[in-house]
Nanobody
């Protein structure tokens, strides 16, 4: 069974940076597309960024594409989200998720989330 564990969240001031990590276990990491999602208080969970199994096709939601970078290390079974120039609106619980390409129904596996709080 795939397990995902996020880390790296915290509290920062606007304009600051954080790097989130997600450790993958339980299957062959390089087979999976990986994504980052976030859920702000009182709101639904939303897509942030995703990356293909080989790491050559990242894509982002518009609000973060000039500030966040998703990457992966298939040797270490980790996916990362480098967040710079953070804004108060980025405050949320951030989740990583895994999707096997054979699955057309969306992301199958989710981590427990890591809190990011950005203050003005």
């Amino acid at each position: 069974q795939v397990q995902l564990v996020e880390s790296g969240g915290g509290s920062v001031q606007a304009g600051g940076s954080l790097r989130l990590s997600c450790a993958f276990s339980g299957d062959t990491f390089s087979d999976y597309a990986m994504g980052w999602f976030r859920q702000a208080p009182g709101k639904e969970r939303k897509f942030v960024a995703a990356i293909s199994p080989g790491g050559n096709s990242p894509y982002y939601t518009d609000s973060v594409k000039t500030r966040f970078i998703i990457s992966r290390d298939n040797a270490k079974n980790n996916v990362y989200l480098e967040m710079t120039n953070l804004e108060v609106e980025d405050t949320a619980v951030y989740f990583c998720a895994a999707r096997h390409p054979a699955n057309t129904g969306g992301y199958e596996f989710w981590g427990q989330g890591t809190q990011v709080a950005v203050s003005s």
